[in-house]
């Protein structure tokens, strides 16, 4: 792609970016990530690559999070990878809401990865079994707000750590 994505959002590198890969799910903890980033310092932003996120508009507003919740139109297939990898991290915001959910190893997982971003991931069991053998980023459970603020500020906090994740 021409720009990557921090450079598509104005954003400098002292802004913390997370990235959640895909088109909205029912299956996703949209509403409960929102709340987690109210409770996180100003300079953290999650940006949503991939359509459907539309609904969450008055949540945004509401939350007055417009300035750091990013709504991005898809991009090509093929420019998913270079166009994520000046995030810092990426997120995954599955939960087991069915059987389907519980043993998913989705599209965004293998384009994070791809990408060399650590991860923030659900403890559903297929993907913890890759992200806890090869040590790539912290277990969230995105049905709590608190859980996720933990971990992003696990990782705002501790860049030496992250830079492993980014590694491995």
Do not use: W
Not at 6 to 34: C, I, N, Y
């Amino acid at each position: 792609p021409p720009r990557g994505l921090r450079d598509t959002l104005g954003l400098g590198v002292g802004e913390f970016l997370l990235v959640v890969v895909g088109h909205s799910k029912k299956g996703q903890a949209v509403p409960q990530m929102l709340e987690a980033i109210t409770h996180l310092p100003p300079r953290v932003h999650v940006a949503f690559l991939g359509g459907g996120y539309e609904p969450y508009r008055p949540h945004i507003r509401h939350r007055n999070l417009e300035h750091r919740i990013h709504l991005v139109s898809p991009v090509r297939p093929f420019e998913v990878v270079p166009f994520i990898e000046s995030a810092d991290a990426a997120m995954i915001l599955y939960y087991p809401r069915s059987a389907n959910y519980l043993n998913c190893l989705p599209n965004g997982f293998f384009q994070a990865l791809s990408a060399g971003l650590p991860l923030l991931y659900p403890e559903l069991p297929e993907i913890r079994k890759i992200a806890e053998r090869y040590q790539l980023g912290l277990p969230i459970d995105p049905l709590f707000p608190e859980s996720i603020r933990a971990a992003v500020m696990e990782f705002i906090q501790n860049p030496d750590r992250v830079s492993q994740y980014r590694k491995n």
